[in-house]
């Protein structure tokens, strides 16, 4: 491996992306493009910030800082390994996440929504909110730091995926107000009401998950693939969800690609697409009072 003429950070940097676009990977975890992801994995690797003045790139490293740097960036060529999991962490809504392969890395546009507090779409202060389909707890926590007087529940299926989601409460300090329920859908919270239920769920139908680059094949299946058209727990989460939403809330549910497949299940909702300044799609909300007038119908299709 080369290391003699590879001394200071700009350097690694530089030689990532020649490499990254050499082998022309696949970028989607947080960075869209070769200088970023190798930014990130850089300064990621040695605990520098992102925003690092860059002046300190022409710092020299230590021999040991060579040695890693250039393991993880052999890693994330040969292996397809994304970013994240080779530094064991993510950002969403400017919150450090850990992460690895039991969860997703988080990337959804839900962030900009968070941000923005649901505005103008939720009327009050959310008392209870329920992260479905939790994975890293990403959402839940995020929405729990912009609520602060807020209840939050991260709920999810894989117990693995708990577990990491546990080590996030604790690393932000809101096991107060932030807990974890396991279960399939919302078969862990019988009888339970949210003022806002926000659900990154397992959508990819069967022909896009085929086609995935291999980056994704180190994220969980379980996470990504729901069945021929990504929809199998979504169908399952509308036909509930009324029963779990207090009288003035709201669900907001991502499905990506799936959008199509929704639109042409259900042709008579009105659901509200949302867009996002920054990019994403195949965001919906419905009200309580259309979960409830609709509900009907979302049974007959699950």
Not at 3 to 22: K, N, P, Y
Not at 234 to 249: E, I, N
Request: hydrophobic share 45%; net charge negative; glycine share 6%.
């Amino acid at each position: 491996m080369i290391t003699s003429r590879l001394r200071t950070l700009r350097d690694h940097i530089r030689w990532a992306v020649s490499r990254f676009h050499e082998e022309d990977l696949f970028f989607g975890h947080g960075t869209d493009n070769a200088w970023d992801e190798a930014r990130q994995l850089v300064l990621g690797a040695v605990h520098l910030p992102w925003e690092i003045a860059d002046s300190y790139l022409d710092c020299r490293l230590e021999v040991d800082e060579i040695a890693l740097l250039q393991r993880l960036i052999m890693r994330r060529v040969d292996e397809r390994i994304p970013t994240p999991y080779l530094l064991g962490e993510a950002w969403f809504c400017g919150m450090s996440f850990i992460v690895d392969d039991r969860v997703l890395i988080p990337r959804s546009p839900i962030a900009e929504l968070i941000e923005n507090r649901f505005a103008p779409w939720l009327p009050d202060e959310p008392a209870r909110i329920l992260d479905l389909c939790t994975g890293s707890g990403c959402i839940g926590i995020a929405c729990a730091d912009v609520f602060p007087d807020a209840e939050v529940v991260l709920a999810d299926l894989s117990y693995e995926a708990l577990e990491v989601a546990n080590k996030n409460i604790e690393r932000h300090g809101v096991d107060t107000r932030v807990y974890t329920v396991q279960g399939d859908g919302f078969d862990g919270l019988p009888g339970q009401r949210f003022d806002l239920i926000v659900s990154n769920p397992p959508y990819v139908d069967a022909e896009d998950f085929a086609d995935m680059p291999d980056e994704y094949q180190h994220e969980p299946e379980l996470a990504l693939a729901c069945g021929s058209d990504g929809l199998n727990l979504v169908r399952r989460m509308l036909s509930q969800a009324a029963d779990h939403l207090t009288d003035k809330g709201l669900l907001i549910v991502e499905v990506g690609n799936s959008q199509v497949h929704v639109q042409a299940l259900y042709p008579e909702v009105d659901f509200a697409w949302l867009d996002f300044l920054r990019g994403g799609h195949g965001v919906f909300m419905l009200t309580a009072a259309q979960c409830r007038d609709h509900q009907a119908l979302f049974e007959t299709r699950v």
